[in-house]
């Protein structure tokens, strides 16, 4: 297995094109090497620069260039208009975002890229190839960095399939430093995947200039999003959870069912617990407080009668990561259900992890819970990626395998669509559901890209587990 590993590592490391920064007169700029392929439309794609500005620079007549030829590309587009008006004597009153936005309002409105419902990758692509860089520690990783970058290659093959030319270059990068030769490739890429851990994050995205850096396994990673405006978190905080989770049980409460939140008595309540309860205050849903110790035993059902109803649905949100609490208050609620109480109960995802509880008692409970990742195997998409992974690899995928593959679809797909202004625009797309994980992007004021995608999980009484559409 390793060894065909390698070799997918050995086949995926290809060539990029070199950026040599320099200057000349008052306009800062770079040098871009014409690529046997390339035309002068293609190259002004890439870096969202017009033909007639590429032309103005290099000072050529006809909108022409020749594979290896060296053409000068402005590094600010705004400080070139500055330039060139103070030149002819006139003043600058178009900046390059102007000629964006009246571009923008230019665009008719059936011009924004369709996404394909079936997978969530966009469709009708406008980039004739992506270039696109992953960053991986592949050198001393564990299996699970392996199982990401076969992810990765699998969406590729598939978004090949449908047209869509990524040239993906797969560095093994341990996160200690960006050489000067890679911080060149970084320049001239239209995104980056990768690293992992949020130290390598934080260089690659201060070395790579304008090119999007994309976060894609470390959730902890969200706090370079504050401060960093290259930069999208692709894992959704479980921030996110907890404000999705309060959303949830205000838009299903109906007037007069009974809100009920239940805490532990004497324990400190997590920030994620904090999180949540502020996200129910805000959404101002009237509640009644149920506090307890779990040592109270089964005299505390009496508790539970004084602030339940037997004639309406009780919705209970209980404000415990403990296992052993909230195995406690599952028990107690299936009693009352066993009493006539009709009872829905709403968690963040940790409580799937919790061992001692009985699967039958959250199908009992009617569980409502708020998950960053949730594989549904009934859906057709996802049976045709096992199968085909398992084709390729003669192995499971794991999670991290899902992960590749939702993260490398999404972002090339969208790259491929928008240009290098995908960064941009993507947060205006809204919803993306891929095969374990949703796309949801937000952009924060002074910073970058994250991902606010939760999915709605139920467990039915049937003992069916369906994602809530």
Known sequence: MKTVKRIFLICALWLMAVAIPARAQDIDYFIHTVRWYEGIKDISKKYDVPVEVIMDMNGLEKPKVKSRQKIK????????????????????????SDEQDQADKKEPENK???????DGFFLFGHKDKVD??????????????????????????????????ADITVIDFNGTSVPESLAE??????????????????LVAEAAGKTAVVSPLDPRAIALADSTSNFVQAPAASAAQYTELASWLAEETRYGENVVLVSETGA?????????????????????NLNYSILEGRNILKRYEQVMSADTCNRIVVLSEKEAFVNDVVRNLNLMIYNKYSVVLYSASKIRS????????????NLHVCCSYFIDYDDPRVKKFILSYRALFNTEPTQFAFQGYDVTGYFLSACNN??????????????????????RFSKLDDG????????RIIYEPDYSIKIQH
């Open 418 to 439: 928008y240009g290098r202004s995908w960064y941009k625009k993507i947060a205006r797309s809204g919803n993306s559901r891929m095969l374990q994980a949703d796309f």
């Open 185 to 202: 490739k970084l320049h001239n890429s239209d995104i980056v995947i990768g690293p992992v851990a949020e130290k390598g994050l934080k």
């Open 354 to 365: 919790f061992d001692t509880i009985d699967i039958e008692n959250l199908h009992a409970v």
């Open 268 to 288: 400190e309540e997590s920030a994620g617990m904090k999180a949540l309860r502020k996200a129910l205050e805000d959404s101002r849903i009237g509640y009644k």
């Open 112 to 118: 924004e890229p369709e996404k394909d419902e079936d």
């Open 448 to 455: 970058g890209l994250v991902n606010t995608g939760i999915r």
């Open 132 to 165: 696109a860089i992953l960053l991986l520690p592949l050198g001393n990783a564990s299996d699970n960095y392996y199982d990401f970058y076969s992810g990765a290659l699998l969406a590729a093959k598939d978004l090949g399939e449908r047209g869509i030319n």
């Open 73 to 96: 590309i402005p590094a600010n587009l705004d400080q070139y208009y500055r330039v060139k008006a103070a030149q002819n004597g006139t003043q600058s009153t178009v900046s390059a």
